[in-house]
């Protein structure tokens, strides 16, 4: 069974930093674009970042812009997203998707193209 799992959320001061992991199972990451989203209370989900199969990395959301960074580690089967410098306008719940498999590509999925998605996880930037 395909299965994404994010973890890593938590409640952090403005300014501060987190790292969320998503990590696959049932299923090798290497071949899969993946991208992270967040949803805010009462907004509609946004895309964050995402990442191709040839590891580079599109902005998909102009604010998370030198303060977001995205990596995957294919020994590990996993995807990162490390948030520096957060906002309280960063509050939201976070996921990770993919979508494939496409090999070698560097080609960046619209929005609705990601095929499995995990379950969140909170983010909370507040003092």
């Known amino acids: 069974q395909l299965q994404l799992v994010e973890s890593g959320g938590g409640l952090v001061q403005p300014g501060g930093s987190l790292r969320l992991s998503c990590a696959a199972s049932g299923f090798t990451l290497d071949y899969y674009a993946i991208g992270w989203f967040r949803q805010a209370p009462g907004k509609e989900r946004e895309g964050v970042l995402c990442?191709?199969?040839?590891?580079?990395?599109?902005n998909y959301a102009d604010s998370v812009k030198g303060r977001f960074t995205i990596s995957r580690d294919n020994a590990k089967n996993t995807v990162y997203l490390q948030m520096n410098s957060l906002k309280p306008e960063d509050t939201a719940v976070y996921y990770c998707a993919a979508h494939g498999p496409t090999y070698f590509s560097d080609y960046v999925p619209q929005v609705g193209e990601y095929d499995y998605w995990g379950q969140g996880t909170q983010v909370t930037v507040s003092s």
């Open positions: 990442i191709t199969t040839t590891g580079g990395s599109t």
